[in-house]
């Protein structure tokens, strides 16, 4: 069992920045493939960008490449999603997830999910 915990979402400018967390608890972290979705309201969850389990590759969906970054911190059980020059289409609920397969972008491939963090760009 995991536990995920995400963190740092907010009210923000547009072209603004934030920088989310998820804390995981329970079993080895490096063991799992991380990713973070969003959803916005009436549409339905989004892939936004995976990272393998060393944390030495990444995936992202097209509109956020060169805007987010995500990374991971091993020792620290955390993983972080860097969002730079916010848009209003990215107000949504953000999650992070946790499951075996690398690089994944289906939300049915993760087996463990936080709970959500607000993010909200005004224009």
């Known amino acids: 069992q995991v536990q995920l915990v995400a963190s740092g979402g907010g009210l923000v400018q547009a072209g603004g920045s934030l920088r989310l967390s998820c804390a995981a608890s329970?079993?080895?972290?490096?063991?799992?493939?991380m990713a973070w979705f969003r959803q916005a309201p009436g549409k339905e969850r989004e892939f936004v960008s995976a990272?393998?389990?060393?944390?030495?590759?990444?995936y992202y969906a097209g509109s956020m490449k060169g805007r987010f970054t995500i990374s991971r911190d091993n020792a620290k059980n955390t993983v972080y999603l860097q969002m730079n020059s916010l848009k209003s289409e990215d107000t949504a609920v953000y999650y992070c997830?946790?499951?075996?397969?690398?690089?994944?972008?289906?939300?049915?491939?993760?087996?463990?999910w936080g709970q959500g963090t607000q993010v909200t760009v005004s224009s």
């Open positions: 997830a946790a499951g075996l397969r690398d690089f994944a972008a289906n939300p049915s491939d993760y087996d463990y």
């Open positions: 990272i393998n389990k060393s944390g030495g590759g990444t």
């Open positions: 329970g079993r080895t972290f490096s063991s799992y493939a």
